[in-house]
């Protein structure tokens, strides 16, 4: 869109300067037009992804919920067994068990820690 300009700015140029002007403007009206367009033909597809993503969210906040509640009872659990004094019929824990020697053809001596001794 090439005008020729009157270089004394005479009423030729005023009048491609408003046709330009008008042109412009209508064509940044057709583009807002468009884009509302586009903007709400896309609305359902915006909501129904939307609404998977919060159901997606409210399901992963369920799963973190139990997950809490498992380690909690957990926890409770294990803080519970500690507090409990073992019964005398329990089997030794591996630190209580004591050490037998292999089977075989090799024999494991245990040997004494000398530092244990100098304190």
Partial sequence: MTESRD????????????????????????????????????RESRM?????????AQELGEVLDQGIAAAKERWAASEQAAAE?????????PEQAPITPPT???????????????S
């Fill in 104 to 118: 075989g053809d090799v024999i494991i001596t245990p040997v004494e820690d000398e530092t244990a001794d100098q």
């Fill in 85 to 93: 004094p073992a019964p005398d019929n329990a089997a030794p824990t």
């Fill in 7 to 42: 270089p004394s700015g005479g009423p030729e140029s005023s009048e491609a300067r408003q046709r330009w002007l008008d042109e412009v403007q209508q064509a940044l009206d057709r583009t807002g037009d468009a884009v509302r367009t586009a903007w709400e033909a896309t």
């Fill in 48 to 56: 129904s992804a939307l609404e998977s993503a919060k159901q997606a």
